[in-house]
Antibody
Framework: EVQLVESGGGLVKPGGSLRLSCAAS????????MNWVRQAPGKGLEWVSS????????YYADSVKGRFTISRDNAKNSLYLQMNSLRAEDTAVYYC????????????WGQGTLVTVSS | QSALTQPASVSGSPGQSITISCTGT?????????VSWYQQHPGKAPKLMIY???KRPSGVSNRFSGSKSGNTASLTISGLQAEDEADYYC????????????FGTGTKVTVL
């Protein structure tokens, strides 16, 4: 069974940093692209970033480019999101999502971790 | 990249069919047959319902179907059931030279 478990969320001040982690199990992690998708309270879904299976290809939404860094450690079956220069508008539940397999859709999701940016 | 446009709400009675539209541009929905749909119940993670415009993942009811015409994709739920009441989001691939994926604004489906 595919399992994705996010951690690392919490309360941080504007301008601060936070690192999210996503522990994967139940599949061959090194074979799949991975993604971060966020959802502000009461709002819709927003794609944040994607990383290919070997980290060769990395993409970011314009809203986080230059501030967030996605990475992965295939030996540890883990996905990360380093978030710097955080803003109030980054407040959201952050979901880790696995590529379905053929790409271009998010087939499996974690339960999410809440990041709150507030002074 | 602007969000894809969905109606804020759609409702129907049990057993009826409803359709949710998802309008994008020639740079996203219109350029790729890579539209997916997600169902989200309150407080839960999204669930993939349709991928590549019209394909259903294993385990998803065949009451859910997808289609696309030009810059607009659609999700149809037939034989509406109480458990279908949820938020639904479309998503389109938008190419690797820009923000790669764009989600829709979301539609609240209410079963009357």
């Amino acid at each position: 069974e595919v399992q994705l478990v996010e951690s690392g969320g919490g309360l941080v001040k504007p301008g601060g940093s936070l690192r999210l982690s996503c522990a994967a199990s139940g599949f061959t992690f090194s074979s799949y692209s991975m993604n971060w998708v966020r959802q502000a309270p009461g709002k819709g879904l927003e794609w944040v970033s994607s990383i290919s299976s070997s980290s060769s290809y990395i993409y970011y939404a314009d809203s986080v480019k230059g501030r967030f860094t996605i990475s992965r450690d295939n030996a540890k079956n883990s996905l990360y999101l380093q978030m710097n220069s955080l803003r109030a508008e980054d407040t959201a539940v952050y979901y880790c999502a696995r590529d379905r397999g053929s790409g271009f859709s998010f087939g499996y999701w974690g339960q999410g971790t809440l990041v709150t940016v507030s002074s | 990249q602007s969000a894809l446009t969905q109606p804020a709400s759609v409702s129907g009675s049990p057993g009826q069919s409803i359709t949710i539209s998802c309008t994008g541009t020639s740079s996203d929905v219109g350029s790729y047959n890579l539209v997916s749909w997600y169902q989200q119940h309150p407080g839960k993670a999204p669930k993939l319902m349709i991928y590549e415009v019209s394909k259903r993942p294993s385990g998803v009811s065949n009451r859910f179907s997808g289609s696309k015409s030009g810059n607009t994709a659609s999700l149809t739920i037939s034989g509406l059931q109480a458990e279908d009441e949820a938020d639904y989001y479309c998503c389109s691939y938008a190419g690797s030279s820009t923000s790669s994926y764009v989600f829709g604004t979301g539609t609240k489906v209410t079963v009357l």
